[in-house]
């Protein structure tokens, strides 16, 4: 799986140098095989479950840096996002040298309005967490977006600081929900699966 976003990266030409932080052995192979570098190890600390993002990109960032290699734009580019295009990382390196841009990623729509959802009990009772939108017409409700989980360009700088992801500078890059499918369950996997092969058969 780790293939696919590398090769993506590769392919998209907005990047100087494809990189992967890991503590893995196994993963360091794979993604030096498939074009990618491993210049450094993640350290125990920043490898478990729990570990947030910025953390492990601020890492990089340091670790490059201090071997003289500092990088101004970067993208944290999940793994587990399969079906990242290069076009999209492409776009979304130009949307970041808009004034007042701090991060730009894909995001897509929700398929239902987020407005008539329902909330259910221990009992499996259920209702509604905004009623008042109970006699509203669907198409009449504000679309609602959700980060689609694949790849965030920002500068270097901002990186290291404590400003949100989802601040005032923050730009939604959008692209369709049949290509959104984040993986953290073996659900997630399943449903990756059948995704893979519609798209290989529609090609």
Do not use: N
Not at 38 to 56: E, K, Q, Y
């Amino acid at each position: 799986m780790i293939a696919w976003p590398i090769s993506a990266a590769l392919q998209s030409g907005a990047f100087d140098r494809v990189i992967v932080s890991t503590d893995d052995d196994q993963i360091a192979e794979v993604a030096i095989r498939e074009g990618a570098e491993v210049p450094f190890r993640r350290p125990l600390d920043l490898s478990d479950d729990h570990t947030p993002t910025r953390p492990v990109i601020a890492h990089a960032i340091e670790t490059l840096g201090v071997a003289g290699e500092a990088p101004s734009e970067v993208c944290c580019l999940y793994a587990t996002a399969p079906f990242v295009t290069p076009e999209d990382l492409r776009a979304g390196l130009d949307r970041l040298s808009e004034p007042g841009v701090s991060y730009v990623f894909p995001v897509t729509g929700f398929a239902f309005p987020i407005q008539r959802a329902l909330r259910r009990d221990a009992q499996g009772r259920v209702a509604m967490f905004a009623p008042e939108h109970f006699l509203t017409r669907s198409q009449d409700l504000e679309e609602a977006w959700h980060d689609a989980g694949q790849f965030y360009w920002a500068d270097a700088d901002q990186w290291g600081t404590d400003a949100p992801i989802y601040g005032p500078g923050a730009v939604g890059l959008e692209i369709p929900r049949w290509r959104v499918q984040d993986i953290d369950t073996q659900e997630d996997w399943h449903m990756a699966e059948l995704l893979f092969r519609a798209l290989e058969q529609k090609q």
